[in-house]
């Protein structure tokens, strides 16, 4: 069971539109976090998010978490064909063993922005 | 510095061979992570070392092997692997539990 389900999970528009990306969840995270990952490079991340309730905002990025943190969305305005890539969320999980949390990750949104 | 480099960027190997991929920081990061991406998937966690303590994911075959000599450095030994763990491998690094992880550019690890 995917405990992070992104959608959708390919989105091909044209340079100046607008367009949102969600992850859900049945489970309740501490924190969600929005990577961007380019062909052959590791993800970056984005923005973490908190509090229920919480946007933020990056530029023409705007980042929502849901008020029961187990949902978060990504928006961008007008999408620019830089803003091409894999978009990931992700939230932290305990692995036995103790330790520090690892990551789990949606399966990711890839976006291409047409000129 | 906020760079993670690992090494070698590109890797070919048959199935008998034994290697290793290599992973450094210097941000004073005491957390550092192995995952594995395949094409067109997120990436996978794979091992966890927190103050050079491990953390294990279970589903994770015991031909790879991680280790972790000091807090700035991390390897993951690989034997007897086979063609479909051929993939990018991912370390990251943070300094904390609900902090940024800092990833590294990955190594193409193909097996033949």
């Known amino acids: 069971t995917q405990l992070l389900e992104q959608s959708p999970q390919f989105l091909s528009i044209q340079e100046g539109e607008n367009l949102t990306v969600y992850c859900n969840s049945s489970?309740?995270?501490?924190?969600l976090q929005w990577y961007r990952q380019e062909p052959g490079e590791g993800p970056v991340l984005l923005v973490t998010v908190v509090t229920g309730g919480e946007v933020k905002k990056l530029k023409r990025l705007t980042f929502q978490f849901g008020d029961a943190r187990k949902d978060s969305s990504l928006h961008i305005t007008a999408a620019q064909p830089g803003d091409t890539g894999l978009y990931l969320c992700?939230?932290?999980?305990?692995?036995?063993?103790?330790?520090?949390?690892?990551?789990?990750f949606g399966k990711g949104t890839h976006l291409i922005i047409q000129p | 510095d906020t760079e993670v480099t690992q090494t070698p960027k590109h890797l070919v190997m048959g199935m008998t061979n034994k290697k290793s991929l290599k992973c450094e920081q210097h941000?004073?990061?005491?957390?550092m992570y192995w995952y594995k991406q395949k094409a067109k998937k997120p990436p996978e966690l794979m091992f966890v070392?927190?103050?050079?303590?491990?953390?294990i994911n279970e589903s994770v075959p015991s031909r790879f092997s991680p280790e972790c000599p000091n807090s700035s450095l991390l390897n993951l030994h690989l034997h007897a692997l086979q063609p479909e763990d051929s993939a990018l491998y991912l370390c990251?690094?943070?300094?904390?539990?609900?902090?940024?992880?800092?990833f590294g550019p990955g190594t193409r690890l193909t097996v033949l």
């Open positions: 990251a690094s943070s300094q904390g539990r609900w902090e940024e992880q800092f």
């Open positions: 941000m004073g990061h005491r957390a």
């Open positions: 070392y927190s103050y050079e303590k491990l953390s």
């Open positions: 489970s309740v995270f501490s924190s």
């Open positions: 992700a939230g932290v999980v305990k692995y036995s063993g103790g330790g520090a949390d690892g990551l789990t």
